[in-house]
């Protein structure tokens, strides 16, 4: 059985920063690529950013030079960094990974978390 499990999430005022965590625990032999999703009341999830096994990021237009994407292999852990907060911002943070587990060898699954808190507000 796989985990990932988000911190770091809370209240925040415009302008400010908060880095999200998001640690991956269980049976896992290898983890590929690692996303940071978001979902505002009454808007569809949008990717946020993505960064692949070899560290390679993408991110969407509107966090583009305010958040950073990072990962630790050896913690099973991604990062999202986020600086210059706008209103906006606001919603709910999920992570996902695509992973391999003893239990299931070649085959990959996409595992999500339960998600975090952001809420930037004066």
């Known amino acids: 059985q796989v985990q990932l499990v988000e911190s770091g999430g809370g209240l925040v005022q415009p302008g400010g920063s908060l880095r999200l965590s998001c640690a991956a625990s269980?049976?896992?032999?290898?983890?590929?690529?690692m996303e940071w999703y978001r979902q505002a009341p009454g808007k569809q999830r949008e990717l946020v950013a993505t960064?692949?096994?070899?560290?390679?990021?993408n991110y969407a237009d509107s966090v583009k030079g305010r958040f950073t994407i990072s990962r630790d292999n050896a913690k099973n852990t991604v990062y999202l960094q986020m600086n210059s907060l706008k209103p906006e911002d606001t919603a709910v943070y999920y992570c996902?990974?695509?992973?391999?587990?003893?239990?299931?060898?070649?085959?990959?699954?996409?595992?999500w978390g339960q998600g975090t808190q952001v809420t930037v507000s004066s």
């Open positions: 996902n990974a695509v992973i391999r587990t003893v239990r299931t060898g070649r085959i990959w699954t996409t595992y």
């Open positions: 960064i692949t096994k070899v560290a390679s990021t």
């Open positions: 269980g049976s896992i032999f290898d983890i590929n690529t």
